[in-house]
């Protein structure tokens, strides 16, 4: 079987791995449009155990991996300059491009075929080819060419944000609330190696407007989120690397596959930053095609294998981003309640977690928040 991987993001090249580890004769390409070093953003974060769930099945890739994570066990939230810690809730985070290099560095030692610089621009040029997958983002290719048949959908959240990184180090995931003239602005930030960070900003279209942002340069949007932030920066300076504003994308397919043709990753489905599974999701989408694959000898009943596994899980796991997504997206009017409120409100708001279940996972931040409560 020849099998053609489009996107050398994480979830095409850990499928590429699988699939020549299970079966190292397989004859497998991944194709990238960018250079092997180009990525945009500055660290991805990992929610609950990091990568725990490779440790029984590829315990090499997971000792590659994790040495060069930063883990943390709290969050803490900056309202109105009060700083308010939740225990117990854990992450762990890694620089986009360590990740894809030590992930280059697992498919090159399982000798795949991995083509870079290089844009496929209509899948008839894959046409010998017996399996194509989707692993190219958003703007999927694969996606686009069978939309109908895939029944796919794309929309946008009306937020913007836009991904910084600097050099100022923070002890745990954090998330600075800040009323400006102009309005309401949030980062999410958190250290992905010793001396850097993440941080986005991220504001409402009201916000966005007001602030004139559509019509700063790069240079000037970056001065400006210094100032709005000179507290949680303490002096440092925000990094740019293509830190355009955005609008977070969601992606919907109400099929998984159409005759050779399947999807995983954000080609598949979105899941909003804020609940740092995006890049772990692909990953698990990556293990439940290859063990599909080795399942079934046909590719249909393969893919269709994959759907029926990964979709029930997945979706559980989206509803709770989607969720997330929602709280940000009134991010505003939550700033106006209470630090107690505003806190179990940002805690609670994926749907998956209650008060009973905090009591277990944070109970100092319970006790706090039932102090605090009037």
Not at 81 to 97: H, Q, S, V, W, Y
Not at 208 to 236: P, S, T, V, Y
Not at 259 to 273: E, I, N
Request: glycine fraction near 8%.
């Amino acid at each position: 079987m020849r099998i053609a991987i489009l996107g050398a993001g994480p979830a095409g090249l850990y499928l590429s791995y699988l699939i020549k580890r299970r079966v190292p004769d397989a004859d497998v390409t991944v194709f990238e449009q960018n250079a092997a070093d180009a990525t945009f953003g500055f660290g991805v974060v990992f929610s609950d155990r990091a990568l725990e769930f490779l440790r029984d099945d590829d315990e090499e890739t997971y000792a590659a991996i994790v040495p060069h994570m930063e883990t943390w066990q709290d969050i803490t939230l900056v309202l109105r300059g009060e700083r308010i810690t939740i225990d117990g809730i854990g992450f762990a985070a890694i620089g986009r491009l360590k990740l894809l290099r030590l992930l280059q560095a697992r498919a090159a030692a399982a000798r795949v075929t991995a083509i870079y610089g290089c844009a496929v621009k209509s899948l008839e040029e894959l046409a010998d080819f017996d399996l194509v997958v989707g692993a190219d983002g958003v703007n999927s290719l694969v996606r686009r060419t069978h939309a109908q048949a895939f029944g796919a959908s794309l929309g946008h959240l009306s937020n913007r944000f836009a991904w910084f990184g600097t050099a100022k180090r923070f002890e745990t995931l954090t998330q600075t609330f800040v009323e400006s003239e102009w309005g309401a602005f949030n980062a999410h930030h958190y250290r992905y190696e010793t001396d850097k960070s993440t941080f986005i900003v991220e504001t409402d279209a009201a916000t966005f407007q007001r602030a004139g942002l559509e019509a700063m340069n790069e240079r000037d949007a970056k001065a400006l989120c210094e100032r709005i932030f000179a507290e949680a920066l303490d002096g440092e300076a925000l990094i740019s690397n293509n830190s355009i504003w955005r609008q977070f994308p969601i992606v919907g397919n109400q099929h998984w596959s159409h005759g050779k043709y399947v999807l995983l990753g954000d080609a598949l489905h979105t899941a909003h930053f804020s609940i740092g599974s995006g890049t772990r999701l692909a990953l698990e989408d990556a293990i439940a095609l290859d063990k599909a694959l080795a399942a079934h000898k046909d590719v249909r009943e393969a893919l269709g294998a994959y759907e029926a596994a990964r979709r029930p899980i997945l979706e559980k796991l989206v509803a709770g981003a989607d969720s997330s997504a929602q709280w940000y997206q009134g991010f505003a009017a939550h700033m106006k309640l209470p630090a107690a409120d505003f806190a179990m409100s940002y805690i609670t708001r994926s749907g998956r977690v209650d008060i009973e279940r905090l009591r277990k996972l944070s109970p100092k931040f319970v006790d706090w928040y039932e102090r605090e409560r009037p």
